[in-house]
């Protein structure tokens, strides 16, 4: 059994910042690639970021240079910080963990960015 558990959302202020975390845990493999993903109410499921097992990452185009996804290989934990937040930023946080035979998600974190 695979536990894919987010953690570190909350509400932040506009402008202000909050780091997210994920740890897998179970029978976990060969993992590929960790990433987070972001859904608000009525939209799909975006791409924030993705790193390998490598450390290199990719981003999508309009979270560079705000958002920075990392890794913690011996805990299995992916992270995300997020800068400069903005209400836009309001949504589900989704961990993805990519294995060479599974993909896993976690249930999500909310971030709500408001003043």
């Known amino acids: 059994q695979v536990q894919v558990v987010e953690s570190g959302g909350g509400l932040v202020q506009p402008g202000g910042s909050l780091r997210l975390s994920c740890a897998a845990s179970g029978s976990i493999f060969s993992i590929n690639a960790m990433g987070w993903y972001r859904q608000a109410p009525g939209k799909e499921r975006d791409l924030i970021a993705i790193?390998?097992?490598?450390?290199?990452?990719n981003y999508a185009d309009s979270m560079k240079g705000r958002f920075t996804i990392s890794r913690d290989n011996a805990k299995n934990t992916v992270y995300l910080q997020m800068n400069s937040l903005k209400p836009e930023d309001t949504a589900v946080y989704y961990c993805?963990?990519?294995?060479?035979?599974?993909?896993?998600w976690g249930q999500g974190t909310q971030v709500t960015v408001s003043s």
């Open positions: 993805h963990i990519q294995t060479q035979w599974y993909d896993y």
């Open positions: 790193i390998n097992n490598s450390g290199s990452t």
